[in-house]
């Protein structure tokens, strides 16, 4: 027995509640449930994933999620990284790993398909997977690999991603160029693919230049680390001692007052001296809540640019694309109905294929019809009608009308249980019903992301024992289905 391996199970058993929580319960018996507790390496958990190809899969789609999931566990944040199982090991979760093993029987002979890596969130101190590139070497940001795969080459380009991808390609290939750039739109249409691909293409004309990429989030954690072990100079360094600085979901910045001096600070230095600086976020610098009026206004002064949801040919050449590292090939009509379906999140896109995918590989006899795949993919196209109908807004409207408050109510930091219930419903419904992540969830709600979490595991837990409560959840819920 390895060290630290009964802790490692028993963190990844509260990780995998809280996650079981986050997908579909589809999702997770397909993927999450696949993965398997191996160690701890200081604070990071390492997990076993049967094969590169599923650990790609995995840390692409739901590596935000499990990240979310190891938040605050015993008190500590936990990271996580994937590492391939040994043979033996496969063999013997192979029972409850069916799915997987289907999936890689599909990959077996995908000769083409270069050696996916591994990427995941680790310490600096681990090593990253062959593929990864290391970007925050001298740095305690988490985060030290990028996508192999998220490269400009792999981003099918149409009218509504062509600006995003002309500027970041332009801000790549000549740094400064468009200070700062700023790309805002919904989740899951590619704003952390642009990024990373700026990462690879400036690694690529000038790997001497030293480039940052991080989440906010990151950023953020990495802060409050700094302040507990007063290295707090480590942190300045790793924001401003770079070339060029790339910060994903930039709105987590809002309403967290400390951490927006000190990005102020460093965006002036980086600005002075024309290093390029790359944001990303979901909405407009100005629509960010709790945004300060001076970095606003530093936002906006480079450009500004939103991407849309790409349109129907574009999302057929995903599809398209993401078949050729497959030997199994479905026909254009039913790739045509998967982009006809699922039209507003790329990220849904992909695990809509890669779903088919599993289920024909473990019943190749029975005929592929679009009936039948209507039936595999009917949680996916369902996801995707409410993601599109329901709003954090609409929620918050309807779980105040219900319980007789005021939005202004929900949004307050009253306690009492009249009110902090009814908040923690809507914060639940926002969740469950949105494609909102917990960090945008908690901007609406002026909340970090694990208040958020947290009302997201308790009220289940509060409906078990509170039967007017779980009455009010359902009726809310199916009112706002419609
Ligand atoms: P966002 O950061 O906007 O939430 P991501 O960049 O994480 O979205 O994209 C979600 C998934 O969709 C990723 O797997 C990404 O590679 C893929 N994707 C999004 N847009 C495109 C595109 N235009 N071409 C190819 N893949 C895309
Ligand atoms: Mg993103």
Wanted: proline share 3%.
């Amino acid at each position: 027995m390895r060290i630290g391996e009964t802790f490692a199970a028993e963190i990844w058993k509260i990780a995998a509640v809280r996650l079981s929580g986050m997908v579909s319960e589809n999702l997770y018996e397909q993927w999450i449930a696949n993965l398997k507790p191996l160690y701890l390496d200081d604070a990071c958990l390492v997990l076993g994933v049967a094969n590169d190809f599923l650990g790609e899969w995995v840390e692409s789609s739901y590596g935000s999620q499990i990240a979310e999931a190891l938040c605050g566990i015993a008190g500590a944040d936990y990271t996580y990284r994937l590492e391939q199982l040994p043979e033996e090991d496969i063999a013997e979760t192979e029972p409850a790993a069916d799915n997987v093993s289907s999936v890689a029987d599909v990959q077996e002979s995908a000769a083409a398909s270069p050696a996916v890596a591994v990427a995941a969130s680790s310490p600096v101190a681990s090593p990253a997977a062959a593929g990864d590139d290391m970007l925050l070497d001298s740095s305690n940001l988490r985060s030290v690999t990028v996508n192999g795969k998220y490269t400009f080459e792999n981003f099918v380009v149409g009218e509504e991603n062509r600006y995003a991808y002309t500027a970041a390609r332009r801000a790549a290939e000549n740094p400064g160029v468009f200070n700062p750039l700023y790309i805002y739109g919904n989740t899951g249409i590619g704003k952390t693919h642009l990024l990373h691909a700026v990462v690879h293409e400036t690694q690529k004309n000038n790997p001497r230049l030293v480039v940052r990429y991080a989440t906010c989030e990151e950023i953020l954690n990495s802060f409050v680390e700094s302040l507990q072990s007063h290295r707090y100079g480590a942190f300045r360094s790793q924001l401003r001692d770079v070339d060029m600085l790339l910060v994903d979901d930039i709105h987590v910045l809002g309403s967290k007052g400390q951490l927006q001096e000190q990005f102020f600070n460093a965006f002036n230095a980086l600005y002075s001296e024309n290093k390029q600086i790359i944001l990303t976020s979901d909405k407009r610098p100005a629509e960010i809540a709790g945004l300060e009026a001076r970095l606003i206004s530093r936002f906006e002064q480079g450009v500004t640019t939103e991407i849309y949801a790409p349109g129907f040919e574009v999302r057929l050449a995903i599809l398209r694309n993401m078949q050729r590292d497959f030997t199994f090939q479905f026909s254009e009509e039913i790739l045509e109905f998967i982009a006809l379906r699922v039209s507003s999140n790329v990220r849904r896109l992909r695990g809509a294929l890669m779903q088919l995918l599993t289920r024909v590989s473990i019943d190749r006899k029975t005929p592929l019809t679009l009936e039948r795949v209507e039936s595999i993919l009917h949680n996916v196209f369902e996801e995707e009608f409410t993601s599109k109908l329901i709003t954090v807004d609409d929620i918050q409207k309807r779980v105040a009308e219900y319980f007789n408050l005021r939005i202004s109510d929900l949004l307050s930091n009253k306690r009492p249980k009249s009110i902090a219930e009814p908040r923690m419903v809507a914060m639940y419904l926002a969740r469950k019903l949105t494609d909102s992540s917990f960090p945008q969830i908690g901007s609406a709600f002026g909340r970090n992301h694990a208040t958020i979490m947290n009302a997201w595991t308790k009220v289940p837990e509060l409906c078990e024992k509170d039967e007017e409560l779980r009455r009010a959840v359902a009726v809310l819920e199916r009112q706002l289905k419609g």
